[in-house]
T-cell receptor, first 112, second 112 residues
């Protein structure tokens, strides 16, 4: 059951450059999408979210883009910093009262 | 934004034993969730809890699992007879009125 897919297990970028993390979903009922960051031995930390009524949401260095027709979202980090190195999870839900469905995550490494 | 506190951080148990994992909210939250992540796999939903009742549960959440809020504060996940395959990180999450779930640091359960 892979309703949320993150096809790149890892991504390596240079400090200062852009990091682009991708996520695809199959369930048309998903209405709200979230990105979480996770460091080893810690819980997922909320990063940014987007509702299906929008196609872009921005918060500082982080921007999430949603393409509903393609069932695709992406997280852009500009500029990337070494402290951004972590596993990034894409998650989706049909609405507030429902569970989150997670992707497998992408390990981002930002090299100094 | 404060998350929830989970105890213990690491629990080692023998197969067949009962374990209780605890989640302590910072304040009086409305919705609680338990998720787990088996090593190398995605974060999976177990159960959601609202107003002292289970509101949704997954196929994983079978009869050996139970949740309760015994004193109106702590939120617990009990596994009655642990199996080797229950070894995982267990995360508690809380949500108030918005769409965002905030996670604790997790409990690492090791079943020997």
């Amino acid at each position: 059951d892979q309703q949320v897919k993150q096809n790149s297990p890892s991504l390596s970028v240079q400090e200062g450059r852009i990091s682009i993390l991708n996520c695809d979903y199959t369930n048309s009922m998903f209405d709200y999408f979230l990105w979480y960051k996770k460091y080893p031995a810690e819980g997922p930390t909320f990063l940014i979210s987007i509702s299906s009524i929008k196609d872009k949401n921005e918060d500082g260095r982080f921007t999430v883009f949603l393409n509903k027709s393609a069932k695709h979202l992406s997280l852009h980090i500009v500029p990337s910093q070494p402290g951004d190195s972590a596993v990034y999870f894409c998650a989706a839900t049909p609405g507030s009262n429902y569970k989150l469905t997670f992707g497998k995550g992408t390990l981002l490494t930002v090299n100094p | 934004e404060p998350e929830v506190t989970q105890t213990p951080s690491h629990q080692v148990t023998q197969m067949g034993q009962e374990v209780i994992l605890r989640c302590v909210p910072i304040s009086n939250h409305l919705y609680f969730y338990w998720y787990r992540q088996i090593l190398g796999q995605k974060v999976e939903f177990l159960v959601s809890f609202y107003n002292n009742e289970i509101s949704e549960k997954s196929e994983i959440f079978d009869d050996q699992f139970s949740v309760e809020r015994p004193d109106g504060s702590n939120f617990t996940l009990k596994i009655r007879s642990t199996k080797l395959e229950d070894s995982a990180m267990y995360f508690c999450a809380r949500r108030d009125y918005g769409d965002i779930q905030y996670f604790g640091a997790g409990t690492r359960l090791s079943v020997l």
